[in-house]
């Protein structure tokens, strides 16, 4: 991946008008995607399969005047009158009549009707009229609202003097957020930190331009999807704050990598490809745990939740997809002037001498050098990093005990959190919702705002009005029942209702237990009464959404951080670190979770931070929060850790010095671009809490929190006490377990391994290999040269080692050691390239016409090098059709045909082939070195990761295979 991505930033650095417009269309096309098909946000929340949302298709079709939307309006008397005085009654009647002619109104319930209890309190100073609409509140149109306003404003005009009135209910419980310029000094306090850290206003510049590029494609792909999908109003808000922090971040790592090299003296287009090869494949790893860890949210079974996932999934692979092509174009306009100021390092800044050249990040150059060898820098202080690290390890113990306490204090209001939909409760104070909610639980009890409706079949009954009646009355007298408000069949006498007021507000706990505790009789009472009976409701439904989330938080937990023990297992080829990074994540969510309820719950800040209301926060903030920052989380760890690995791996030393001295020096080497990014990710989630949207705020305070505490508690602090505890055992893995993990390339060691064997071999060889290693096929320290336009014939061992050669060299195998460069690429980074471009023939595989066919489909376009095993099978119309094929290519070539490596059990007979066609081959005999273990004759190796240091073996070893190299002129 990694040569794939260098590939990618040279190309797209030679390139930035081309990736520049490429990326402008792109916007373009989303754009009018969303003015086109977009069809508004909508915040239904549904969760199929439950019982409250089967109760509510029932009403749908039996009593629809009970199962779409509602809204309410509340009216509140003078200071010693009562609504029931003509002054009041009469206007409220008026309005009454005037909402019921309005479209979409399936009813509308006067206070004062007799055949309905309880629409005006005990004392007359305050009365509600409620209102049925058909369908849910995202199906009322905005005209219809308009007209309700209208109504309920000429009202409160009409009352007398003191008089009080507030719109509210269902339909207008939820906001729509929106973006407030209190995001913008996010974006400010980004940029003052970009230009801290690159001591340049035009570098600075560039992460902000990706990011916000980025985010603009995918909020208007988000509004676009609107047309196919339902989409609720939180998920562009969290698109954008998640694409904003990780396009930043992710284009700054890219930059910082180009600027240190830059000023090393590289040049800026090989710098830009290095950078988007080796930070770029850090991103690309990042980017992809974000994704996985989004996807995830579909462990709760929610379907606005899963959508929200996906949508904040598309934002964050945008953003890297973004920086890993957008972020080389713009520096390809900026060039040279990248460097911005140069600063003199200091002593922690300066590698450790040991770095190998093969894996080491160039380190800044002494001002004025622009040889690109680095002068003696004057002796300074070490740099805070350093001096931070230093203290660390030197108390370790300490260091943790102290985070590990720290954190776990923090934790503790987490024990109180309580999860709630949002209602009209968390709307801000002056909102007209907000007081319709306040004074309805002021005059009515806090439950008047969260009814709770029993339904079920009532047609075995031969009495439903008393059936209704008695079932009503048993349901008044359980706990937590404030009073029945209805109890009632429809009119066809099929279905009954029980409207049920709690003593509770809706988000209370106490609502929930209720509920339960309804369901808990659900058998008795269909015993006693023969129904079937749900308990469904807007505040049902809320409930069955917290409950469904909280019971997949585990699973979630378990997926999470299994996955993060996988990932870094395979990445850093350890036990102990992926544990220690799981075991950080755990204790930054805890902690997160502690802060959000110390401020949601406890109140503390809660003023500072505009919070509407305390209380239960939302439902999904807990699984948001886990999903995004096991992401962000890993992000700082691989950065910082892998620095540590490739410091400790690269120390001539071994032992707890090396790897105490590996943990300081590659911390020192890193700190500077992790703080950076872990401040800009926390401005930019913390803008988005003092007037952000309710529901968004817990997410956006719990990101910030979590941030600041993993990157500056976690990965700062106790992982590098942890690792300095462990000392070498932290790099140690069981050996079957490590021959068993796939390898990934996320540190770019590919990237570097071809920079450190550019000039390898120089000897213009087509196929060129050193210290080759097939363990399974018996091959070791093979040393192979095939010039330009020769033919190899390698023989002396089994078929199937043969083949393993001749697949290793054609780019389908990776060998498990040394060095192999084919048609000037490097493997295995490079064998993408190769398979495409050098073809295998398999000469006993096929027929006569299939041999043409292939050997002329791997000619085509004249590559320098063709495969072929078995050669020495070649006979008959075989035979001819392949010397004719290598005969004409040798002819429309000319002097430069191509070269030839070949596989024969029989070396005299595929020397007669060769030379038919008109090569001299050199033959290149195995028997010498008899394999270390039997290979079976027909099979291949399975491919296998390479974990070989590219300068293990140098380029003029003794060859085991054979005793000179195979090198044929043309």
Do not use: C
Not at 64 to 90: H, K, L, M, N, W
Not at 489 to 508: R, S, Y
Not at 547 to 562: E, N, S, T
Not at 615 to 636: C, K, Q, R, W
């Amino acid at each position: 991946m990694s040569t794939l991505l260098s590939s990618l930033g040279r190309w797209s650095f030679r390139h930035p008008w081309r990736v520049l417009v490429s990326w402008l269309l792109v916007l373009g096309i989303a754009g009018s995607g969303a003015v086109l098909l977009g069809t508004g946000t909508d915040n239904t929340f549904s969760i199929p399969g439950t019982e409250s949302e089967a109760g509510l298709e029932q009403l749908s079709r039996t009593f629809p005047q009970v199962s779409g939307t509602s809204a309410q309006f509340i009216v509140v008397a003078a200071s010693g009158a009562e609504v029931s005085d003509a002054a009041y009654r009469d206007e409220i009647e008026d309005a009454v009549d005037a909402l019921g002619r309005l479209d979409g109104v399936l009813a509308v319930t006067s206070p004062f009707d007799e055949s309905v209890d309880g629409m005006v309190n005990d004392d007359a100073t305050a009365a509600i009229v409620q209102m049925q609409f058909d369908g849910q509140a995202s199906d009322v149109p905005d005209a219809v609202k308009e007209q309700l306003q209208d109504t309920v404003d000429d009202l409160a005009a009409a009352l007398p003097e003191g008089a009080q009135t507030a719109l509210g209910g269902d339909l207008f419980a939820m906001s729509i957020p929106t973006v407030t310029p209190t995001e913008a000094v996010g974006l400010a306090i980004a940029l003052l930190v970009l230009i801290v850290t690159f001591r340049s206003f035009v570098v600075a510049g560039l992460p902000l331009l990706t990011a916000v590029l980025g985010v603009g494609i995918s909020m208007a792909g988000i509004f676009a999807a609107t047309a196919v999908a339902t989409v609720s109003s939180t998920t562009p808000l969290l698109a954008l704050m998640l694409g904003l922090a990780v396009g930043i971040d992710y284009a700054l790592f890219i930059v910082a990598r180009h600027q240190d090299q830059v000023r090393d003296g590289v040049d800026p287009e090989e710098s830009a490809a290095r950078a988007v090869g080796t930070a770029g494949s850090a991103v690309v790893f990042a980017g992809v745990t974000v994704l996985i860890a989004l996807i995830g949210l579909g462990f709760a079974g929610i379907p606005f939740l899963t959508t929200m996932g996906i949508a904040a999934s598309v934002a964050v692979a945008i953003a890297v997809a973004v920086a890993v092509t957008l972020t080389p174009a713009l520096l390809g306009f900026v060039k040279g002037r990248v460097a911005g100021r140069v600063r003199l390092p200091s002593r922690a800044e300066t590698p450790s001498p040991h770095r190998d050249p093969v894996s080491a990040t160039p380190a800044p150059r002494g001002v004025g050098d622009s040889t690109g060898s680095r002068r003696t820098a004057p002796a300074r202080r070490p740099g805070f990093a350093r001096r931070w690290v230093d203290g660390v390890t030197r108390r370790p113990v300490l260091a943790t005990v102290a985070v590990v306490l720290g954190l776990g204090v923090t934790a503790i209001p987490a024990l109180s959190l309580d999860l709630a939909l949002p209602n009209a409760g968390v709307l801000p104070k002056g909102s007209e919702a907000r007081q319709g909610y306040d004074l309805t639980a002021e005059h009515f009890g806090p439950g008047f705002n969260g009814p709770l409706i029993l339904t079920g079949t009532i047609v075995t009954s031969t009495d439903p009005l008393a059936l209704m009646q008695d079932l009503g009355e048993e349901v008044e007298a359980l706990p937590g029942v404030r009073e029945v408000a209805l109890a009632t069949p429809n009119e066809a006498a099929d279905t009954g209702i029980v409207q049920i007021i709690p003593e509770t507000a809706p988000d209370d706990p106490a609502t929930a237990d209720l509920v339960r505790e309804l369901r808990a009789h659900h058998d008795e009472w269909q015993e006693e009464y023969g129904i079937d009976l749900r308990v469904t409701g807007f505040t049902a439904v809320a409930i069955d959404i917290s409950d469904r989330l909280g019971a997949a938080l585990l699973p979630f937990g378990i997926f999470v951080i299994g996955l993060s023990l996988i990932l870094l297992t395979i990445v850093f080829r350890s036990v102990w670190v992926p544990v220690t990074a799981a075991v950080g994540y755990l204790l930054s969510i805890v902690a997160a979770f502690g802060v959000v309820a110390a401020v949601f719950e406890w109140g503390w800040f809660a003023d500072a931070l505009h919070v509407a209301r305390t209380g239960p926060v939302i439902s999904f903030m807990p699984i948001v929060l886990m999903g995004v920052l096991f992401g962000l989380a890993m992000d700082y760890q691989v950065f910082l850790v892998s620095r540590m690995r490739e410091d400790y791996v690269h120390d001539p030393a071994s032992g707890r010095e090396a790897a105490v001295r590996a943990v300081r020096t590659g911390f020192a080497g890193t700190a500077r671009v992790v703080t950076a990014a872990a401040l800009i990710m926390f401005a930019v989630f913390v803008a988005f809490v003092p007037e952000g949207d309710s529901s968004l705020k817990p997410i956006a305070l719990g990101l910030a929190a979590g941030i600041a505490i993993d990157a500056f508690l976690v990965r700062m602090t106790l992982i590098p006490a942890v690792m300095a505890i462990l000392g070498e055992r932290a790099w140690r893995i069981p050996r079957g377990l490590e021959r068993k993990l796939p390898h990934v390339d996320i540190e770019g060691e590919a990237v570097e391994r071809e920079r450190a064997l550019a000039e390898w071999p120089g000897d213009g060889s087509v196929v060129a290999a050193d210290g080759l290693a097939l363990t399974d096929a018996g091959i070791h320290d093979l040393r192979l040269r095939v010039a330009p336009g020769a033919a190899v014939i390698a023989t002396g061992a089994a078929s199937g080692a043969l083949r393993a050669l001749a697949l290793a060299i054609a780019g389908r195998l990776t060998p498990d050691a040394g060095r192999l460069r084919v048609a000037g690429h490097l493997l295995p980074g490079r064998a993408a390239w190769v398979r495409g471009h050098v073809g295998v023939v398999r000469a006993e595989a096929v027929s006569a016409d299939g041999l043409d066919a292939e050997l002329a489909e791997a000619l085509r376009g004249a590559p320098q090098l063709v495969v072929i095993d078995g050669v020495d099978r070649l006979s008959g119309p075989g035979r001819e059709a392949v010397l004719a094929r290598l005969r004409n290519d040798r002819e429309r070539r000319g002097d430069a045909p191509v070269a030839v490596f070949a596989t024969a059990a029989d070396a005299g007979a595929a020397e007669a082939v060769l030379t038919d066609a008109g090569y001299a081959a050199s033959v290149l005999d195995l028997a010498d070195a008899p394999p270390s273990r039997p290979y079976p004759a027909e099979s291949t190796p399975a491919a296998r990761g390479v974990d070989a240091d590219p300068g293990s073996q140098p380029d003029d070893s003794p060859a085991t295979l054979p005793a000179e190299p195979a090198e044929v002129n043309a």
